[in-house]
């Protein structure tokens, strides 16, 4: 679905909703939660739902793959289920926002509210595209009571940020500097993540501070990798 009719659609539907629309129209069979007895009213991935478990599963996806981009955790292979839940789900949930049979103030408050939290994963999506790229970088950290540098690489970079993973535990929030060792480029990165790996390192996720392409990479162009010098791990300088 092109990015205009998308927003398009979800502006339709909240507008709808305000107006006190929200129904619920031709039933189907049973919901496939286990144990719900209740009849469904939509199906998504080939699955009949109720209200209340379209709405369940319908967040925690979008819970799902909004931190997996935020965390730069989601694989290449997830952009296609990503975008066939996008295009999916707004299509279910317009669908129950103009159906024939009344929601109640809350069925209509939670499907208000999961049409924006489609629409805020669209918009991060389009405009965080991701590449899995090993750079190879040296981490400079420096604190009152502490100062370290570590040479690692990359395991996925975005247009504002990167995975990578080091041997020093840092907290969300800190700041350190970023040094590409194949290109003469440097950038303040601030924390957003950090958690223990199965190897005992640390994994994390950055966000750059003061460089807007940082990785030198046309991101409108989805084919396009960094070139094999930057791809390939290099010593310490």
């Known amino acids: 679905m092109p990015p205009f009719l998308f927003d398009t659609t979800i502006l339709f539907c909240i507008q709808h909703l305000a107006c006190g629309g929200g129904q619920v129209g031709a039933r189907l069979a049973h919901c496939a939660d286990p144990g719900c007895s209740a009849a469904a009213v939509s199906v998504l991935q080939q699955r009949p739902y109720c209200v209340h478990h379209l709405f369940e599963v319908c967040y925690q996806k ?54 924006l939290r489609v629409s805020e994963l669209g918009q991060h999506l389009r405009r965080s595209p991701r590449r899995l790229l090993h750079v190879p970088v040296r981490l400079a950290f420096e604190a009152p009571d502490a100062r370290w540098e570590e040479v690692t690489e990359t395991q996925v970079i975005s247009r504002y940020g990167a995975r990578l993973s080091c041997h020093h535990r840092l ?31 640390f994994e994390m996720g950055i966000e750059l501070l003061s460089c807007d392409n940082f990785w030198e ?15 390939k791990s290099q010593s310490p300088a």
């Open 171 to 201: 907290e969300v929030g800190d700041l350190l500097l970023v040094i590409r060792l194949d290109k003469p480029q440097r950038a303040r990165a601030r924390v957003t993540w950090c958690r223990t790996a199965d190897s005992g390192t």
């Open 217 to 231: 990479i046309d991101w409108e162009a989805p084919q396009q990798t960094l070139s094999d010098n930057s791809s």
């Open 62 to 115: 979008v819970d799902y793959y909004l931190q997996g981009l935020q965390e730069h955790t989601l694989q290449e292979s997830d952009d296609r289920a990503l975008r066939d839940f996008l295009a999916e789900s707004t299509s279910v949930l317009t669908d129950l926002a103009t159906s024939p049979v009344a929601l109640d103030n809350l069925a209509r408050a939670r499907l208000l509210d999961l049409l």
